[in-house]
């Protein structure tokens, strides 16, 4: 078993990996990504609802939420230019993850300050701060083609070369700088050579509010699903780096 909640689970067996979801849409979105994306993806073996069978890609995770990364400065850059080479491929034909509006986002932002707050989950000031920070990731943006979910351990390499990037479920259109936050999440040190792989001007205000934003957004969800943001190197310690 590699991870499981109550929305999905992924088991891995051999070589291949078998993710189960009751979602179809779901699976659909992650098959027609990968056609699309113009970066080394998974192969899908085989599509029997609610089961998607696909190939194990060589190499390594780039690295772990909370734990240092031993990958190089130049397979981060590879990550960086990879990552370049999806946000200008041609749009896919639907939102993603990255994709939401910014009133849905605000709003639900703000719920889920309030909610960490009364629960006694985080302190207030701590709470404000990062909601002041994420104010930055909260502008108009223009559609790309994002993945939506580009966790570090979603990108593999093998030494500097990146061999496969796993985990489409939620791609689509969105915004750009959203892939670049969720990527160097926990690893801000890495930031600069993902930029210069990158090759184009970031806005690191914006990267620092996507941070902030989306470790609000998701501590619940960690806890109530029992994962643990209070872990070394994870979504709180990012928020209490704001500070």
């Not at 998607?52 to 240092?68: C, D, K, M, N, S």
């Not at 979910?149 to 479920?169: C, K, M, N, P, R």
């Not at 210069?196 to 109530?224: F, K, M, N």
């Amino acid at each position: 078993m590699v991870v499981a909640h109550s929305e999905r689970a992924t088991l891995r067996v051999g070589d291949v990996f078998l993710k189960v979801d009751a979602d179809q849409a779901r699976i659909d979105v992650e098959v027609e990504a990968m056609a699309l994306a113009p970066v080394p993806t998974p192969k899908v073996l085989w599509h029997k609802p609610p089961v998607l069978a696909i190939a194990a890609v060589p190499g390594t995770a780039l690295g772990r939420l909370g734990e240092p990364s031993t990958a190089s400065p130049a397979a981060w850059a590879a990550a960086g230019a990879a990552i370049r080479r999806l946000h200008d491929a041609p749009l896919p034909p639907r939102p993603g993850r990255a994709g939401r509006g910014l009133d849905e986002l605000a709003a639900e932002l703000d719920g889920e300050c309030e909610w960490l707050v009364t629960n006694g989950v985080l302190p207030a000031d701590l709470v404000t701060r990062n909601r002041q920070v994420a104010e930055a990731a909260l502008r108009p943006w223009s559609p790309a083609f994002t993945h939506g979910d580009l966790q570090i351990a979603h990108v593999f390499v093998d030494g500097d070369e990146i061999t496969g990037i796993i985990d489409w479920s939620e791609a689509g259109q969105g915004d750009a700088l959203f892939d670049l936050a969720t990527l160097t999440l926990g690893h801000e040190k890495h930031l600069g050579d993902v930029v210069a792989g990158y090759g184009t001007d970031v806005d690191l205000d914006v990267i620092r509010g996507w941070w902030s934003l989306r470790s609000l957004l998701v501590v619940r969800w960690l806890v109530e699903h029992g994962f643990d943001p209070f872990a070394p190197g994870c979504e709180i310690d990012v928020l209490r780096s704001r500070l």
